[in-house]
């Protein structure tokens, strides 16, 4: 875990460090750190969006689960 504020970790993250400072500052009031468990699902293919994940530090999992055309289960 980290001592570093929401803006100062926005500051630092490769993703976004180029954005103009009233952008970032922005984006800072609207973030906070997110501390999960390992085996969490972040978001599903067919969820609404109503996060935007920007990690700092993880090991990920992509799972691809589709239907194929025609199959039942």
Known sequence: MTSLSVLDQLTLHAF???????????????????????GRRLFREDAVADRFWLLHAARL?????????????
């Open 61 to 73: 999992r992509l799972v691809e689960l589709y239907a194929c055309p025609g199959a039942t289960s």
């Open 16 to 38: 976004v460090s180029d954005l103009p400072a009233p952008w970032l500052r922005r984006l800072a009031s609207a973030g906070r750190p997110v501390y999960l468990p390992a």
